[in-house]
C-alpha cells in the first residue's frame, strides 16, 4: 500500500536520546493511526507509542511513559518518536506502522492490540543501549 520509511535508530548509553521518523507517501493521512512497535529476540511485536494524525492524540504503553514522545509534521505524513533516558530494556528493533484510525480510539486499541486492522509497516530499525 503507502510506503514507509524509517530512519535508522543507533547505539547509544543509558541516558542518551534517539529520535526516529517515520515518512509516509502522502499526505492529509486524517484518518489514520501511526506509530511505533517494537519487538524483543523471540517475541512478538508490542505497541510503543502511536498518534492520532486527525486530531494528534497520543498514546504510549507504560514503561515509556514520561520518557519518549510521539508527534507529527503539519503535513501529517511524517511521525517523530523522541526516546529519551533510554534504558538497556529499551533495546529492540522498532517498527512504523500506519493502520486505519477513524477516531481516537482506533489508535488506542491497535497500541494496545498488534492484530488491530490491516497495517503497513516500514523497515525494522534497531536501537541498542548499553
Known amino acids: 500500500h503507502v510506503p514507509l520509511v524509517a530512519s535508522w535508530g543507533g547505539s547509544v548509553q543509558p541516558g542518551g536520546s534517539l529520535k526516529l521518523s517515520c515518512v509516509a507517501s502522502?499526505?492529509?493521512?486524517?484518518?489514520?493511526?501511526m506509530g511505533w512497535f517494537r519487538q524483543f529476540p523471540g517475541k512478538e511485536r508490542e505497541g510503543v507509542a502511536t498518534i492520532y494524525l486527525g486530531g494528534g492524540n497520543t498514546y504510549y504503553t507504560d514503561s515509556v511513559k514520561g520518557r519518549f514522545i510521539i508527534y507529527q509534521n503539519d503535513a501529517r505524513n511524517t511521525v517523530y518518536l523522541q526516546m529519551n533516558n533510554l534504558r538497556p530494556e529499551d533495546t529492540a528493533m522498532y517498527f512504523c506502522a500506519k493502520f486505519l484510525g477513524l477516531v481516537n480510539y482506533d489508535c488506542y486499541s491497535g497500541l494496545r492490540d498488534i492484530s488491530k486492522g490491516p497495517r503497513d509497516w516500514g523497515q525494522g530499525t534497531q536501537v541498542t543501549v548499553s
Open positions: 502522502e499526505r492529509g493521512l486524517n484518518r489514520n493511526c
